[in-house]
């Protein structure tokens, strides 16, 4: 099912289930029963809960989409470390410059086809891709500089490969879930207590103050919503991409 549909079938259900549960109550209330005789301690803690749960929503918002931009910046590491190392070979010999930039490829044709699949579907990355960044890591450390220039060029290239593997174990560090469980349970039934707090005030069943019921329940399903969306930065529809290695290894695109 279509992410876009769950969050629509969701934030309808939100809207139905407030304005299906008033209109029984409605149905169901005393004759003497007078909706304008709210106590004030009730509107008082009404305003203080929604208060507290729009704080720790927006804190969960803020924690998933830092999370996002985390995995992004591991990615783009990641991909520039290796887009240095190709680039960086050049002052090798033709047949050792052509091994390297072969193995790179290789290693970033697996993450953006076999590996990202894994991580998306199983949650972590593949063994296969660790065995290619060994083998670029054995590519550039144990060739032996035959000049001064390739001298040079031998510890900047060592150095990228070292960024790479930790971009690399950055990446998988971030391919779980950024939410504990606990706090899901924490978000949910704050979403309870607050709409439930609709009724405490008894709500009526006029249009106006049904409208705004299934309106602030459809804003609280689509927060919830966003959260989930982002909770698992690389599997989920606004996930971070394989955009930079494309973007850096264009002819992979093909």
């Known amino acids: 099912m279509p992410e876009w549909l769950v969050l ?17 109550r409605h149905r169901t209330a005393s004759e003497d029963e007078d909706p304008s005789e709210t106590p004030d301690v009730i509107e008082y803690m009404t305003m203080w809960i929604g208060v507290v749960y729009a704080i720790v929503l927006g804190l969960a918002i803020a924690g998933v989409w830092e999370a996002r931009v985390a995995a992004q910046d591991h990615v783009q590491a990641e991909a520039q470390a290796l887009h240095e190392i190709s680039e960086r070979v050049r002052v090798y010999p033709p047949e050792v410059r052509d091994r390297i930039r072969s193995d790179v490829n290789a290693y970033v044709g697996h993450v953006v086809t076999a590996e990202w699949k894994t991580m998306v579907d199983k949650g972590h990355v593949t063994a296969q891709g660790d065995r290619l960044l060994q083998r670029i890591r054995a590519d550039v450390t144990d060739y032996q500089p035959k000049s001064d220039f390739e001298a040079q060029a031998y510890q900047p290239l060592v150095d990228q490969v070292t960024a790479a593997d930790q971009a690399r174990a950055a990446r998988a560090d971030s391919t779980g879930s950024t939410m504990p469980g606990v706090v899901w349970f924490g978000l949910i039934t704050g979403a309870l207590v607050t709409i439930g707090m609709v009724f405490a005030l008894q709500i009526r069943r006029t249009t106006r103050e ?25 599997s989920r529809g606004l996930s971070a991409s394989t955009g930079p290695f494309l973007d850096l290894f264009p002819h992979l695109r093909s």
């Open 8 to 24: 629509v079938l969701a934030m309808l259900a939100a809207c139905a289930v407030v304005v299906l549960i008033t209109l029984v």
């Open 210 to 234: 049904l409208v705004l019921a299934g309106l602030f329940s459809a804003l609280i399903a689509f927060l919830l919503f966003l959260i989930w969306d982002f909770d698992v930065p690389y």
